[in-house]
């Protein structure tokens, strides 16, 4: 049940908006007859070093009850160490999705494309085909890349 506040749910939307991502990816499986099966899935990642941050969206995620993994990253890159959350259950994505999408501005194509692409894959009808949803993968890469920038 979700009873976080109007202000939170707009932060939250915010933060994702800023230091999130929306990612269809392709993942390789391996079948039970050893065939290796190239196929697409989804998550909603957002990176931070900054722990008040994190621990915020995780307080919220937590309290509208939508499942997610945390860790910290371990490229040694960066200068800071940062922490990531990462939205994968499909379920949870959709539930993520309805509750920031009022609140999203640059980032509410991808969410719209994420939402249609999970919705597709719950189903699994008619969209069992790898190619189908590999071409999900190409539009978020594309939307991801050129998206709405300052030209």
């Known amino acids: 049940m ?3 506040k109007d202000t939170q749910r707009a932060w939250l939307a915010g933060i994702v908006d800023g230091e999130g991502s929306f990612v269809i990816f392709r993942r390789t499986n391996i079948s ?3 065939e290796t ?10 990176t931070n070093s900054n722990k008040e941050i994190i621990d915020e969206c995780a307080n919220i995620l937590d309290e509208c009850n939508i499942k997610y993994w945390m860790w910290y990253e371990k490229d040694g890159t960066h200068l800071r160490r940062q922490k990531r959350i990462s939205v994968r ?3 949870a994505i959709i539930q993520l999705i309805n509750l920031i999408e009022g609140d999203l501005i640059g980032k509410k ?8 692409f999970v919705d597709k894959a719950r ?29």
Request: aromatic share 6%; net charge positive.
């Open 37 to 46: 099966i190239i196929t697409a899935t989804a998550s909603i990642t957002i």
């Open 2 to 4: 979700q009873t976080i």
């Open 109 to 116: 194509d991808q969410a719209n494309l994420m939402k249609t």
């Open 123 to 151: 189903k699994r009808t008619s969209f069992n085909a790898t190619e189908d949803r590999l071409n999900y993968c190409v539009k978020m890469s594309e939307l991801n890349k050129n998206g709405n920038l300052i030209r």
């Open 32 to 34: 039970k007859n050893k």
């Open 89 to 91: 259950n499909y379920g």
